[in-house]
């Protein structure tokens, strides 16, 4: 509970704010395969998650924002099911 509440506290800071960072989970060519991974992280985390296809592939990213110390606090908890992700400047898609 209290680890939702922290989540979602830090969450709010960037939802509103413009883009430079972002944490980028996954690339998956089984969209299906995508989503149960997604489906696997904490709610508040999940709200989080946008999703494009290029391709036969499908990109998975969090939210853009401005505080890269934010996506440090938060990046433990995405790593714990992309084991892979990491934290990058944004860019046009």
Do not use: C, W
Request: glycine residues 2%; positive net charge.
């Amino acid at each position: 509970m209290l680890r939702t509440i922290f989540i979602s506290l830090l969450l709010s800071t960037f939802l509103f704010s413009s883009s430079n960072f972002t944490v980028r989970l996954a690339v998956f060519g089984d969209k299906v395969r995508l989503q149960k991974a997604i489906d696997r992280l904490p709610p508040a985390l999940k709200e989080t998650v946008r999703t494009y296809q290029r391709g036969n592939l499908t990109y998975a990213h969090s939210i853009p924002t401005t505080d890269e110390e934010t996506l440090k606090k938060l990046l433990p908890a995405y790593q714990q099911i992309f084991s892979d992700a990491y934290i990058a400047p944004t860019r046009k898609e």
